[in-house]
């Protein structure tokens, strides 16, 4: 499994997979802030630093520095917390979100692509298992975190 991993990694980050879709789409961010941008649009609406970072599996500090930056442009914004007046969430600006919905678009219809030619009981189970890789793997890697010695 390790090589074909391997490959698929390669793939991905040889072929430019996420530079060719931000070029496509328009977006003109580097790879770390689109990764903040993917994760509001997958959250469909603001979130705190701290959730950005858990959900990109970094550091704080690092998803601080990359809203700092987009914000500094203009593409995301700095808003109250409806249940914390205190605290602030991020958001994506109007035009910011739609550009990142034509990267997912586009990086989406790649996928699709390449599985043009698979039936669909072989999509559903490829998705399927992948999903509960994913899952099984993250679960995992969690448990050797929160096993680790403080």
Do not use: C, K
């Not at 698929?8 to 689109?34: C, H, I, K, Q």
């Not at 701290?50 to 970094?58: H, N, P």
């Not at 917390?81 to 991020?90: S, Y």
């Amino acid at each position: 499994m390790l090589p074909r991993l391997t490959q698929l990694s390669d793939a991905v980050n040889r072929g430019r997979l996420a530079e060719r879709a931000m070029e496509a789409a328009g977006v003109s961010v580097d790879r770390p802030a689109m990764s903040v941008l993917i994760s509001l649009h997958m959250a469909g609406g603001p979130l705190r630093v701290g959730e950005i970072a858990a959900r990109m599996q970094v550091v704080g500090p690092h998803v601080t520095r990359q809203v700092n930056e987009l914000a500094r442009r203009g593409l995301v914004h700095r808003v109250t917390d409806p249940d914390d007046q205190r605290a602030r969430l991020v958001e994506a600006t109007a035009e910011e979100a739609a550009a990142t919905d034509r990267y997912i678009r586009t990086v989406l219809g790649w996928f699709g692509d390449a599985l043009a030619g698979w039936s669909p009981h072989d999509r559903e189970v490829f998705g399927r298992l992948l999903g509960r890789f994913v899952d099984d793997l993250t679960a995992h890697l969690d448990s050797l975190d929160d096993n680790r010695p403080a």
